[in-house]
Nanobody, 124 residues
Framework: QVQLVESGGGLVQAGGSLRLSCAAS????????VGWFRQAPGKEREFVAR????????NYADSGQGRFTISRDNAKNTVYLQMNSLKPEDTAVYYC?????????????????WGQGTQVTVSS
């Protein structure tokens, strides 16, 4: 079992920045990759970014390309999502998720473990 705990959400003005953290514990040796997803009220959950646990390969959704950066600190078992130039449309609950298998990185169904989420609100 892998436990994930997100932190770092909050209220920020448009154009501002936030850094989200995802602390992993438990069976992290089995983790292949960690992803960030988000869900806004009334909308479906969407993929934001992903990083592989060992190689550090990254993938981003178009919505965050150039503004968001995903990184990891293996020593701390923590994955970060640095979000810059935030827009009101980035407002959502952000979840981190871990997968133990190689697969389509944008599909939430491929992720086995999920955190509880952290709220990000961007005011205009």
């Amino acid at each position: 079992q892998v436990q994930l705990v997100e932190s770092g959400g909050g209220l920020v003005q448009a154009g501002g920045s936030l850094r989200l953290s995802c602390a992993a514990s438990g069976g992290t040796i089995s983790v292949y990759a960690v992803g960030w997803f988000r869900q806004a009220p009334g909308k479906e959950r969407e993929f934001v970014a992903r990083i592989t646990w060992t190689g550090g390969w990254t993938n981003y959704a178009d919505s965050g390309q150039g503004r968001f950066t995903i990184s990891r600190d293996n020593a701390k078992n923590t994955v970060y999502l640095q979000m810059n130039s935030l827009k009101p449309e980035d407002t959502a609950v952000y979840y981190c998720a871990a997968t133990t298998v190689i697969g389509p990185y944008g599909l939430g169904s491929k992720y086995d473990y999920w955190g509880q989420g952290t709220q990000v609100t961007v005011s205009s």
